[in-house]
């Protein structure tokens, strides 16, 4: 069934692709794959022949499922390529599309970066290596990406979203997180380009060097504390035994887990220290994200059922952690 809709998936690209690109020769150079991916998009490698040089390398097309805001698509080429344009090793973006007309949902495609995700490379080192990347992406020019996502990009656009998000979706159980949010808010810190979603299953490496950084649809121009947050939330809340993720991911989530969160942030630390006030507060704005799509998720009368990591007790943790930070008892 899977290898069926991929095959479907792309033949409808290659119809879509010939059009847009002006382009009648151009076909499939060989059966695309499905890809193991996020917990709530569809992945899927292929190649592409008689086209334009720079679609005829390796080929990722990432579709959006139906509750995602089209736009997110559009968002994710402007991060992308302007990460790309600042030499980060960001896969850049050939095409993206937030009509689902063509392909009965928007989509992305870009190029496939090589190698394999961090966590199936290394144990040993891996919190190192995260830090180190992340620093890095922290300290390059925010000004291309700001220009480019404008104010949806900045946290105050982000708390903006999620308040209309919680008003539309009727989710009045973590109103209180956003009020909170306003009113504790520290004072302003330096601005970087953050991930958002900034873990070891979105790095890829390649002969003990880091080919790629996948996965930007979160992606803001806010403090480096809340990127941290937003990776230690993962690193520390994220259940085992998740079968989206690769079994060393399930084996470190049980003792290995804890000591990859305290590595990987006492290595960021000693670079670039953040207070314990100020990574607090920003775990709990992370965590407002997951908690906003456990919500959305529980109150879809269609779509299907929810990822696997909607389904566990993930946003459960999450909501632990944030009523331990502010004294608000939320509810999705």
């Known amino acids: 069934m899977a290898g069926a809709r991929a095959e479907a998936l792309a033949r409808g690209l290659v119809a879509h692709l010939r059009a847009t690109l002006a382009a009648p020769a151009l076909d499939l150079a060989e059966p695309p794959a499905v890809l193991r991916g996020g917990f709530d998009t569809e992945i899927f490698a292929l190649r592409l022949r008689g086209g334009p040089p720079a679609f005829a390398g390796p080929l990722v097309l990432r579709m959006l499922r139906a509750h995602h805001d089209p736009a997110m698509a559009l ?15 960001a896969p ?6 937030a009509d689902p007309a063509p392909l009965g949902a928007p ?10 995700s961090l966590l199936e490379t290394r144990a040993i080192g891996m919190g190192g290596v995260l830090a180190d990347l992340q620093l890095r992406l922290h300290a390059l020019d925010a000004a291309p990406l700001a220009r480019a996502l404008g104010p ?21 159980g973590l109103a209180p ?38 996965d930007w649809p979160n992606a803001l121009v806010a403090e480096p504390a809340f990127d941290v947050a937003s990776t230690l939330n993962i690193l520390r809340f994220v259940p085992a035994g998740l079968t989206a993720m690769p079994p060393v991911f399930r084996w470190l989530a049980g003792l290995a887990q ?42 879809r009368a269609a779509g299907g059922p929810p990822s696997e990591l909607d389904a566990s007790p993930y946003a459960t943790r999450l909501l632990e ?10 509810t999705p």
Not at 75 to 89: I, K, S, V, Y
Not at 155 to 169: C, K, N, P, S, V
């Open 75 to 89: 968002r994710e080429q402007a991060t992308q390529n302007a990460l790309a344009g600042l030499g980060f090793p």
């Open 107 to 116: 989509f992305v495609l870009m190029e496939r970066r090589p190698g394999r």
């Open 321 to 330: 952690h944030v009523r331990g930070v502010t004294g608000v008892t939320a």
């Open 152 to 172: 949806a990009g900045t946290f105050d656009g982000y708390l903006d979203m999620f308040e209309r998000r919680i008003a539309r979706g009727g989710l009045d």
């Open 92 to 97: 850049r973006v050939l095409l993206a599309a």
């Open 177 to 214: 997180l956003v009020g909170w949010l306003r009113a504790h808010r520290p004072p302003g810190d330096a601005l970087v380009i953050c991930h958002g979603d900034f873990h070891p299953q979105n790095i890829l490496v390649e002969d003990g060097r880091v080919s790629g950084v996948l």
């Open 258 to 299: 804890p000591l990859l969160a305290r590595r990987y942030l006492a290595v960021y630390q000693r670079r670039r220290a953040i207070d314990d006030a100020r990574l607090a507060y920003h775990s709990v704005a992370a965590a407002l994200r997951a908690l906003v799509r456990a919500g959305e998720t529980r109150r």
